[in-house]
């Protein structure tokens, strides 16, 4: 006998719970979490900061490239740190390595298919840029009332081209996979080389998970 | 009478204390001792502190010594601790489930829940419920 698809959907929700409670029992996972989230949306906004405002002329706020790049980066950090929080363990189970050693090939895969989800959920972004922080909108009023306008920004908006969203989308998607997945490989690769140095300090008892020789009687 | 006991463990020094008692209880009656290491669904350290993650292999080769002359047998499972242990304890028909009362605490027990608690509550035998503090 099936389950009703009412039981499926209860079952399924319960096992994503427990996938979310047991990734993120461990602190480590948050700050992990939040450091990649960091990392893509810093890093990874300041390439797309590039590809969009400077190098396809987008119609921003007439600011300063510096305080464009922190006003989009941290907007998206916001609105993706959940995106992010979701992703590294639905992928981990989904990938479903069940404790197999962590190698080469099992990182890069998980980079990969993290770096092209979070792509795909950031192909939106330029629309939603424009519709929420694009040039005339009451949050790029504020920046430029706040930061002061850029002279030769203000010169550049008045001759910006129009874009499509959609090419602009797909742009976002298409340098995002590779640029996404190769800054959370490098923030896997920093998370662990803080943990290492941690472990370090503490001695070389904590080198490892603890096993049968601490437990003496 | 007790015929075979099942304990958990998830290779930490205070499981491995609730495994030793449970050892002593296995020699005492002549029973069976299955030891069990349930895997969480997903473990952040995987990703992030492969170096980490239990060695489960290396504990269990540990158990072997530790276990001499008496009969054992070890298990590995995935998913929820505190089902998986009382699931294989009514797979097993084991007469006694032994637990550790310190497993995880702070956060962890937030998300988690406490093993023993849950155990408890849900086991379909005998629960011998072991003091751990002095390993934490």
Not at chain 1, 116 to 139: C, E, K, R
Not at chain 1, 192 to 212: F, I, Q
Not at chain 2, 51 to 62: I, L, N, S
Not at chain 2, 75 to 85: F, H, L, P, Q, V
Request: contains cysteine; glycine residues 10%; proline residues 6%.
């Amino acid at each position: 006998m099936t389950a009703s698809p009412a039981v499926r959907v209860r079952e399924s929700a319960r096992s994503w719970r427990r996938v979310l409670r047991s990734f993120y029992s461990r602190p480590l996972a948050y700050g992990a979490a939040v450091f990649v989230s960091a990392i893509l949306a810093y890093a990874g906004g300041g390439i797309m900061f590039w590809l969009h405002a400077i190098y396809r002329g987008e119609n921003g706020p007439p600011i300063g490239h510096w305080q464009h790049w922190l006003l989009d980066s941290t907007l998206g950090f916001v609105a993706l740190t959940p995106v992010v929080l979701l992703l590294l363990p639905a992928v981990l189970w989904t990938l479903g390595w069940q404790g197999r050693k962590a190698d080469g090939v099992r990182v890069g895969g998980y980079v990969v298919v993290v770096g092209m989800l979070f792509a795909l959920v950031t192909g939106p972004g330029p629309l939603l840029h424009n519709a929420i922080a694009g040039a005339g909108t009451p949050l790029a009023n504020l920046a430029t009332d706040v930061f002061g306008p850029d002279p030769q920004m203000v010169e550049r908006q008045t001759d910006a081209p129009e874009r499509s969203a959609f090419t602009e989308g797909v742009l976002q998607v298409a340098l995002g996979i590779p640029v996404y997945s190769l800054l959370t490989l490098a923030s896997i690769a920093a998370v662990r080389r803080v943990v290492r140095l941690s472990r370090r300090d503490r001695g070389p008892g904590a080198a490892r998970a603890p096993t049968l020789a601490g437990a003496g009687r | 009478m007790i015929r075979s006991i099942l304990v958990g463990t998830d290779t930490s020094a205070a499981a491995t204390m609730a495994v030793d008692e449970a050892s002593l209880l296995a020699r005492t009656h002549g029973a069976e001792l299955v030891v069990l290491y349930v895997r969480p669904p997903v473990d952040a350290r995987e990703v992030f502190d492969p170096a980490g993650v239990p060695d489960v292999d290396r504990h269990f080769e540990g158990l072997a010594d530790r276990l001499s002359g008496l009969r054992f047998r070890t298990r590995r499972e995935s998913g929820d601790a505190a089902a998986t242990i009382c699931d294989v304890a009514e797979e097993e028909g084991v007469d006694v489930i032994v637990v550790g009362n310190r497993g995880v605490h702070g956060r962890r027990r937030w998300l988690l829940g406490s093993v023993p608690n849950a155990v408890l509550q849900h086991s379909p035998c005998s629960v011998f419920v072991v003091d751990t503090r002095e390993a934490q």
